[in-house]
């Protein structure tokens, strides 16, 4: 079945502890993004990547990173979260960089910084 | 630049009655333009997109949108509202030009009454 993966779903933490959020693509797509989703705000991009190694910052990549070094994965690194960073976030990735392709979204995490 | 307005953060309706969610956007190309719902707990899915072939667009579930380029709308519409269309639903514009970006709305809540 084609899909987006993430993990973990959910996570509790404290400040300043890093973490990583997976994420996984079985369908061969070169592009993939980070999101994350707070109420009121809608989707506010963190990082694409545009293929193995391409990675550029979106709206809000403050306090993140990220690598490509698979194409299947786009891992989302918080090397000291702080609270601000509690959050519903989103993988997504599709065939490519065009404005009429279609997103495919993973099932999300839910992270609270405490 | 490109921006996208969701003109109600929720609508209310009846099961049985007509579905409007409405959706202005702004861009300075020739746009693409999608609708995402999310259902409780879950990923984006795409409902269905414009890609500047035909103006009136059938997606899943029997939603379908109109692009009117001179009133700068891309409204979705169902005529019959049944139960398991309450979700959150997002307009999104991607416009291209030089930089690959996906703009969202801020979400319209849809719930549905028996």
């Known amino acids: 079945e084609a899909q987006v993966t993430q993990n973990p779903r959910y996570l509790i933490t404290v400040t300043g502890k890093k973490l990583t959020v997976t994420c996984s693509q079985n369908m061969n797509h070169e592009y993939m993004s980070w999101y994350r989703q707070d109420p009121g705000l809608g989707l506010r991009q963190i990082y694409y990547s545009m293929n193995v190694e391409v990675t550029d910052k979106g709206d809000v990549p403050e306090g993140y990173k990220v690598s490509r070094k698979e194409k299947r994965n786009f891992p989302l690194i918080l090397e000291s979260p702080s609270p601000n960073q509690t959050s519903l976030y989103f993988c997504?990735?599709?065939?490519?960089?065009?404005?009429?392709?279609?997103?495919?979204f993973g099932p999300g995490t839910r992270l609270t910084v405490l | 630049a490109q921006s996208v307005t969701q003109l109600d953060s929720h609508v209310s309706v009846s099961e049985g009655t007509p579905v409007l969610l409405r959706c202005n956007y702004s861009s300075s190309y020739s746009p693409s333009l999608f609708w995402y719902v999310q259902h409780p707990n879950k990923g984006l899915q795409l409902l269905l997109k414009?890609?500047?072939?035909?103006?009136l667009v059938k997606g899943i579930n029997g939603f379908e949108a109109e692009f009117k380029k001179s009133e700068t709308s891309f409204h979705l519409t169902k005529p019959s509202a049944h139960m398991s269309d309450a979700a959150e639903y997002f307009c999104v514009v991607s416009a291209g030009g030089s930089n690959y970006k996906l703009t969202f709305g801020k979400g319209t809540l849809l719930t549905v009454n028996p």
């Open positions: 414009y890609t500047s072939a035909a103006t």
């Open positions: 997504a990735s599709s065939l490519s960089i065009g404005r009429t392709d279609t997103q495919y």
